[in-house]
């Protein structure tokens, strides 16, 4: 079982910058497949970002792209997310990810096997 220990959120004024980090334990996760996810209210949790171990990234078509990055540090077990020129539609609770499977990316919920408990992003217009 691996477990995910998020920080990093809070309010930010649109057009700033949010750094998310994703500390994993619990097993080896250098191997795991990292992936994080966003809920808004009344919304379906949706794949934000992704992550293979061997540094293949994938991001959610065009809402994120150029302005999210994800990366991972091996040495602390740790995933990061990036957030820049953020909007207020990127308003939502931010999950962290560990896939079920070894070397394949959580694109869905159906596919992760951990999640953190939430931090929450808020961007004021």
């Known amino acids: 079982q691996v477990q995910l220990t998020e920080s990093g959120g809070g309010l930010v004024q649109a057009g700033g910058s949010l750094r998310l980090s994703c500390i994993a334990s619990?097993?080896?996760?250098?191997?795991?497949?990292m992936g994080w996810f966003r809920q808004a209210p009344g919304k379906e949790r949706e794949f934000v970002a992704g992550?293979?171990?061997?540094?293949?990234?994938?991001y959610n078509g065009d809402s994120v792209k150029g302005r999210f990055t994800i990366s991972r540090d091996y040495a602390k077990n740790t995933v990061i997310l990036q957030m820049n020129s953020l909007k207020p539609e990127d308003t939502a609770v931010y999950y962290c990810?560990?896939?079920?499977?070894?070397?394949?990316?959580?694109?869905?919920?159906?596919?992760?096997?951990?999640w953190g408990q939430g931090t929450q992003v808020t961007v004021s217009s």
């Open positions: 990810a560990a896939s079920r499977a070894e070397n394949v990316l959580p694109r869905s919920p159906l596919m992760v096997g951990s």
């Open positions: 992550i293979l171990w061997s540094g293949f990234i994938t």
């Open positions: 619990g097993r080896t996760v250098s191997n795991l497949a």
